[in-house]
């Protein structure tokens, strides 16, 4: 078999009984590498720092992976213009967060023979909303309901490392502004004299 050495190095071609001495002398195991190569080859390594690495790097990729989450906010065609305001935000709030959102109008009884009204409504929302997201699904008629899809200009990744900074700077901020609580103490004691001063005088 072709042994490589613990730090990659080439040992060269070797019987099989010598690879194990070497692993032995060396106090390492003897892991084969490419069976189906020919010759078969092997590396000497330390197998269960091998593996602990190897879990540790899996376990930092899930970490890094992001999950892409669609958050949904239904209407109405006729929405109060504070309604609006208040669901406008959680699209905002979303989009701001990395997340992609759906947007449903929902057609009651007549509403269903005037779509323009729908549709109209999405238009002016993507329209307010278009520093933080794309519009990714343009409106299209479902049924009784009219649907689109605003995509983050973000990744949720970079959302995420950004709300971090922010929470950062904030923290720091309020550190910085906070009195020193040992000078308040230090002086306390001088200004107010005691009982027992005040039954010597």
Not at 20 to 29: F, G, I, P, S, Y
Not at 89 to 111: A, S, Y
Not at 112 to 127: C, D, H, M, N, V
Not at 132 to 153: C, F, H, W, Y
Request: net charge positive; charged share 35%; proline share 6%.
């Amino acid at each position: 078999m072709r042994l490589v050495g613990p730090n990659g190095e080439q040992v060269g071609i070797v019987r099989v009984e010598d690879a194990l001495r070497l692993a032995a002398e060396a106090d390492l195991d003897l892991v084969e590498v490419a069976p189906m190569a020919k010759p078969p080859v092997a590396k000497l390594m330390d197998f269960g720092k091998y593996k602990y690495e190897a879990a540790m790097k899996a376990r930092e990729a899930r970490k890094n992976q992001v999950n892409t989450v669609i958050k949904e906010i239904k209407l109405r065609p006729k929405i109060d213009p504070h309604d609006y305001a208040t669901k406008k935000g959680h699209v905002v709030r979303f989009l701001g967060g990395g997340d992609k959102v759906k947007v449903t109008i929902m057609f009651r009884g007549r509403e269903q023979s005037r779509p323009e009204l729908g549709f109209r409504l999405l238009q002016k929302l993507a329209e307010d909303v278009i520093e933080l997201g794309t519009v990714e699904s343009a409106p299209k008629q479902d049924g009784r309901n009219m649907i689109m899809v605003l995509a983050p200009t973000k990744k949720k990744s970079e959302a995420r490392a950004e709300q971090r900074r922010k929470k950062d700077d904030s923290a720091a901020a309020a550190a910085a502004e906070a009195p020193a609580p040992e000078a308040a103490t230090a002086e306390e004691p001088a200004t107010e004299p005691t009982k027992a001063d005040a039954d010597a005088s």
